[in-house]
């Protein structure tokens, strides 16, 4: 089992940055890939970034390509994601999630998941 807690979301002007963590608990964290999904009311889940199990291997979604950035630290067991020149349209609740099998762009690919921040961003 794998508990994942999310901070850091708020509300930010556009043109901003924000920094998302997500704090994991239970074990061999450090094992699995993990990535960051958002929700926009009224819209489905969207896959953003996810990171390899030892951060060699990254892909991201078109539409923040170049302006987020996702990291970890296995020592801390936390997911990180840097979020750059947010734009109004990155506002949404933003997921972190654990996968055993390793990195994926689609959220069926995942076995554990987190609450959930609020990320908003005005005009």
């Known amino acids: 089992q794998v508990q994942l807690v999310e901070s850091g979301g708020g509300l930010v002007q556009a043109g901003g940055s924000l920094r998302l963590s997500c704090a994991a608990s239970g074990r061999s964290f450090s094992t699995y890939a993990t990535g960051w999904f958002r929700q926009a009311p009224g819209k489905e889940r969207e896959f953003v970034a996810t990171?390899?199990?030892?951060?060699?291997?990254?892909y991201y979604a078109d539409p923040v390509k170049d302006r987020f950035s996702i990291s970890r630290d296995n020592a801390k067991n936390t997911l990180y994601l840097q979020m750059n020149s947010l734009k109004p349209e990155d506002t949404a609740v933003y997921h972190c999630?654990?996968?055993?099998?390793?990195?994926?762009?689609?959220?069926?690919?995942?076995?554990?998941w987190g609450q959930g921040t609020q990320v908003t961003v005005s005009s």
């Open positions: 990171i390899s199990w030892n951060g060699g291997i990254t």
């Open positions: 999630a654990a996968a055993r099998t390793g990195t994926s762009r689609y959220y069926t690919a995942y076995d554990y």
